[in-house]
């Protein structure tokens, strides 16, 4: 099976880097690499988040771009709480982060995880959503995330998609609500 956009599910569909200026990052990278657009959340705090098993009250900000059928996902943190983001950056500094994962099964992609060693680094739930990282640093150069794909997910990654398809230029960051319809 595979998303509407083409990306095979329970695969690999985001890459996502931690930066330290969101805007300079986005800036640089349509430059640079040409892509675009992207769509932009406002700073939040999300509500159910925990890392490392305790609550967490990071704030941060997000950016969503396709090159060709695959995400690229900016993260900037604007706070010093403890997080996922903080702990990679502490470690090593801004750049890559994590691999996204989008899985039709998310308790048995969690369960397959937990049986190879792994604990869940964080969790989250945005809407219907459910996402969770992993700290697979001691075999991969990232995180792995694994995100619910529900119906209302895979449209908004398929409207993100569709936008970046024959994109020249006009308008490279968008309000993420825009495609919310706000």
């Known amino acids: 099976m595979q998303t509407d956009y083409g990306q095979p599910l329970d695969g690999i569909f985001q890459y996502a880097y931690v930066v330290e200026d969101i805007g300079r990052a986005m800036a640089e990278q349509s430059d640079l690499l040409g892509v675009g657009p992207w769509f932009l959340t406002d700073p939040f705090t999300p509500t159910r988040a925990r890392y490392r098993g305790k609550p ?15 995400m690229i996902e900016l993260i900037q943190q604007h706070d010093e709480a403890p ?16 691999y996204g994962v989008n899985t039709s099964d998310f308790e048995a992609s969690c369960a397959r995880m937990q ?68």
């Open 56 to 70: 967490t009250t990071l704030t941060v900000q997000l950016s969503f771009v396709f090159a060709g059928h695959v």
């Open 83 to 98: 997080s996922v983001m903080r702990e990679i950056v502490d470690k090593r500094g801004y750049g890559f982060h994590h």
């Open 115 to 182: 049986a190879l060693g792994y604990e869940e680094a964080y969790f989250d739930v945005f809407d219907d959503v459910r996402v969770t990282y992993f700290d697979t640093t001691d075999r991969l150069p990232g995180m792995t995330e694994f995100v619910e794909l529900s119906p209302g997910w895979e449209a908004l990654q398929t409207a993100m998609w569709s936008a970046t398809r024959g994109w020249h230029g006009k308008d490279p960051v968008r309000p993420f609500a825009s495609l919310l319809g706000g």
